[in-house]
T-cell receptor
Framework: GIQVEQSPPDLILQEGANSTLRCNFS?????LQWFHQNPWGQLINLFY???GTKQNGRLSATTVATERYSLLYISSSQTTDSGVYFC???????????FGAGTRLAVHP | GAVVSQHPSRVICKSGTSVKIECRSL??????MFWYRQFPKQSLMLMAT?????????EQGVEKDKFLINHASLTLSTLTVTSAHPEDSSFYIC?????????FGPGTRLTVL
C-alpha cells in the first residue's frame, strides 16, 4: 500500500487564524479522504477528494494527484475545530484506508 | 453519508475474559465492513476486513484467533477480543463504505484490567 505523511504534526492557533494542513502520499491515489477526529474519538468525514478542489463552509481541500499531495485549509478557526485531522488513502483494496499520523490542532480563544 | 453505530461505547473487563463489540450499518446493507484499532495519541491501523457470508481477511501481524470477526448479516459485524490482556486496551472503530467513501462508527474504548 501507499505511505501517507502529514504535516505539521502539531499546530496551535489563536481563534480566528487560518491554517493549512498537508498530506503527501507515495503513489497515485484514486481515493483520498480527510477526517476530523473530535475529542470523543468520532471520525467526521470532511472531504472525499481524489483530485481537484472542494469547499464546505470555512474548510476547503485541494488534491493535486499528479504531484501526490493534498491540502486542507481551515479559515477563521474556532475552538470547536480542535482535534486531530487525518488524511487517508487507499491500501490495497479500493475501500481499505491507510491513515497518516495526523495533525493535532489546538485552537485557543 | 452512511450511519454506523457501535456497541458498547466503552467496556472494562478483567484480563483473560472475552469481549464482543458490535458494528451496525443503520441505513444500508454492507457486504464489507472494516475494523481499525487506535492506541492513545496514535493513528488508526486497519486490523481486518469483515466479509458477509465468508471469512474475514486480516492484516499482517493481526492474530486471527485472538480477534474473531463474524459478519452474520448485511448490517452487522462483530469483533470478539478473546482472552483479552492489558495490551489489547485500545479504541476499536469500524467503518463501512458507501460509493468511494468510508464512514466510521463512534468507536468502542476497551480497557483490560
Amino acid at each position: 500500500g501507499i505511505q501517507v505523511e502529514q504535516s505539521p504534526p502539531d499546530l496551535i492557533l489563536q481563534e480566528g487564524a487560518n491554517s493549512t494542513l498537508r498530506c503527501n502520499f507515495s503513489d497515485s491515489v484514486n481515493n483520498l479522504q480527510w477526517f476530523h477526529q473530535n475529542p470523543w474519538g468520532q471520525l467526521i468525514n470532511l472531504f472525499y477528494i481524489p483530485s481537484g478542489t472542494k469547499q464546505n463552509g470555512r474548510l476547503s481541500a485541494t488534491t493535486v494527484a499528479t504531484e501526490r499531495y493534498s491540502l486542507l485549509y481551515i479559515s477563521s478557526s474556532q475552538t470547536t475545530d480542535s482535534g486531530v485531522y487525518f488524511c487517508a488513502g487507499p491500501s490495497g483494496g479500493y475501500n481499505k484506508l491507510i491513515f497518516g499520523a495526523g495533525t493535532r490542532l489546538a485552537v485557543h480563544p | 453519508g452512511a450511519v454506523v453505530s457501535q456497541h458498547p461505547s466503552r467496556v472494562i473487563c478483567k484480563s483473560g475474559t472475552s469481549v464482543k463489540i458490535e458494528c451496525r450499518s443503520l441505513d444500508f446493507q454492507a457486504t464489507t465492513m472494516f475494523w481499525y484499532r487506535q492506541f492513545p495519541k496514535q493513528s488508526l491501523m486497519l486490523m481486518a476486513t469483515s466479509n458477509e457470508g465468508s471469512k474475514a481477511t486480516y492484516e499482517q501481524g493481526v492474530e486471527k484467533d485472538k480477534f474473531l470477526i463474524n459478519h452474520a448479516s448485511l448490517t452487522l459485524s462483530t469483533l470478539t477480543v478473546t482472552s483479552a490482556h492489558p495490551e489489547d486496551s485500545s479504541f476499536y472503530i469500524c467503518s463501512v463504505g458507501l460509493a468511494y467513501e468510508q464512514f466510521f462508527g463512534p468507536g468502542t474504548r476497551l480497557t483490560v484490567l
